[in-house]
Structure formats: C-alpha cells, structure tokens
C-alpha cells in the first residue's frame, strides 16, 4: 500500500473490501488487530461495531505472529533506491519465507500471551 494509512483508507482499501466479506463468511469469527492509529480510528471502530473482534493490550505488539513475519522479511532486505524494486524484493522474499517459520511463530502465540499476561501486558522478551 502506498501512501500514509488512515482510518478512512484502512476501511476503504482494506476492512470493506477484504475483511468484512471474510468475516461475514466465518460466522462466530473473532477478528484481531493491534492499536495502530488506522486501527483505533472512529471509521474503524464504527465499522467493525458489526464484527467480534479480540481486545488488544495498549502497549503490547507482542501477540501477533504477523509482526514477527515482518521482522524476518526485513532481515535479508536488500538495499533499494526504488519502489518498484522494494515492491519486488518484499514480494520475493515473502514468497520464500519457510511456512515452518510461519507455524512456528503461529505455535508459540500460547507462549506469547502468557509472557504478556506475566509481564502485566508490557513488553515481553519475544
């Protein structure tokens, strides 16, 4: 995505569009975000009012195993004076990232929640 994210664009490009047909199709369905901005913003809260969604700690980015992802494609980025070759690079290796460390960071989630439970919802050692 490019550009600066708001609340209004998370909605419009993202939440509308993909999340909310999804849902929509997983009756029961808990949806998870973390506090970014675009996610708290009053479009966004107004429009997910329709949908379970799982209540974030403040000050914890430490339960998703999507940030954990982003960290390991960031690893081996190579440098680039482009958007077009970040685009490509981020895809490439997004696309060869292991599932195994996909599932691994997914399986330690139990571990996660409980470090932040223990850590009265601060930061953890993951």
Same mark, same amino acid.
């Not at 993202?14 to 997983?26: A, E, M, T």
């Given at each position: 995505m490019r550009g600066t994210l708001t609340?209004?664009?998370?909605?419009?490009?993202?939440?509308? *569009?993909?999340?909310? *047909? $999804?849902? !929509?199709?997983? *009756?029961? %369905?808990? $949806?998870?975000?973390? !506090? %970014?901005? *675009?996610?708290? %913003?009053?479009v966004a809260q107004d429009f997910l009012r329709h949908f379970q969604t799982l209540p974030w700690p403040t000050r914890s980015p430490d339960l998703s195993p999507l940030v954990h992802v982003w960290d390991q494609v960031k690893r081996p980025m190579p440098s680039c004076h482009f958007i077009h070759d970040l685009e490509l690079a981020v895809q490439d290796l997004w696309a060869h990232l292991p599932q195994d460390n996909i599932r691994c960071l997914i399986n330690l989630t139990p571990d996660r929640v409980m470090a932040c439970i223990a850590a009265g919802r601060g930061p953890t050692r993951y």
């Open positions: 609340g209004q664009r998370y909605v419009e490009d993202i939440l509308r *569009p993909h999340v909310g *047909p $999804f849902l !929509n199709g997983l *009756p029961g %369905a808990l $949806f998870q975000q973390d !506090n %970014a901005p *675009p996610h708290t %913003a009053r």
